[in-house]
């Protein structure tokens, strides 16, 4: 299990509070980075001129990015391109990143039930932050370079009640953490195949969000 790398964006931390908190996925859960990355492969694809078939990528954004590039990369390549992929990420994928639908709304319900927003992220700790920097994210905490159920430490650090992801791997972090398992269906998996994997609820889009949590039940969240 890797250690949490935690960074704390707004206010102090109250890890430990169990289920004070809602924990979000970032890439198609938060950020729509479907362009961004796959701008950023197309660039590697430029430089290396390796065929990448971009639209594929982008059809199974969550995993990290090694198990991404050994489709196209032999093994001994993979450290050096997924150093270049990092160098070639803020300037090329920063910018190109907006805000999923209906995001602030449902980030804005959390913080009016008075709990706090987690972000865990597969991404890497250092373009995690930057990415909810750049999008202006009212987030307490930030923890990146975790996938699936290895997601499950740093949410059970800092409370979380309930995470929301579009990726079956964010059912198996929720499933790790004790956590109510929300799934949208933003991603590369469809309500019906978050649901038979075995997602507690299963919603369309975060614009719904904000109704699911006030029904929120079990004392997950507290009320203000």
Same mark, same amino acid.
């Given at each position: 299990m890797l250690e949490p790398d935690v960074t704390r964006i707004n206010g102090p931390a109250?890890?430990?509070?169990?289920?004070?908190?809602?924990?979000?996925d970032l890439d198609l859960t938060l950020a729509d980075t479907r362009r961004a990355i796959g701008?950023?492969?197309?660039?590697?694809?430029?430089?290396?001129?390796?065929?990448?078939?971009?639209e594929a990528v982008v059809g199974r954004i969550g995993p990290p990015l090694e198990a991404e590039l050994a489709h196209w990369f032999p093994s001994a390549e993979i450290p050096a391109m997924a150093d270049r992929y990092r160098a070639l990420y803020p300037g090329i994928a920063i910018p190109a990143t907006v805000a999923m639908p209906g995001a602030a709304e449902a980030l804005a319900a959390v913080r009016e039930r008075g709990?706090?927003?987690v972000v865990v992220s597969g991404k890497n700790q250092v373009d995690t932050e930057r990415t909810v920097r750049h999008l202006g994210l009212p987030v307490d905490e930030v923890v990146g370079g975790l996938f699936g159920s290895e997601k499950g430490a740093a949410l059970r650090l800092h409370g979380v009640g309930?995470? %929301? &992801?579009?990726? $079956? /791997?964010?059912? *198996?972090?929720?499933?790790?953490?004790?956590?109510? #398992? %929300? &799934?949208?269906? $933003? /991603?590369?998996? *469809?309500?019906?195949?978050?649901?038979?994997?075995? #997602?507690?609820?299963?919603?369309?889009?975060?614009?719904?969000?904000?109704?699911w949590l006030v029904g929120f039940a079990g004392g997950a969240v507290p009320a203000p």
């Open positions: 109250s890890a430990g509070d169990t289920g004070t908190a809602i924990g979000f701008a950023v492969y197309a660039a590697l694809a430029a430089e290396t001129g390796v065929h990448i078939d971009v709990a706090r927003v309930a995470y %929301v &992801g579009d990726h $079956t /791997g964010d059912v *198996d972090a929720a499933r790790a953490a004790a956590a109510v #398992a %929300v &799934g949208v269906a $933003t /991603g590369p998996f *469809d309500g019906p195949a978050l649901s038979e994997y075995g #997602a507690d609820v299963v919603l369309p889009d975060l614009w719904a969000f904000p109704e």
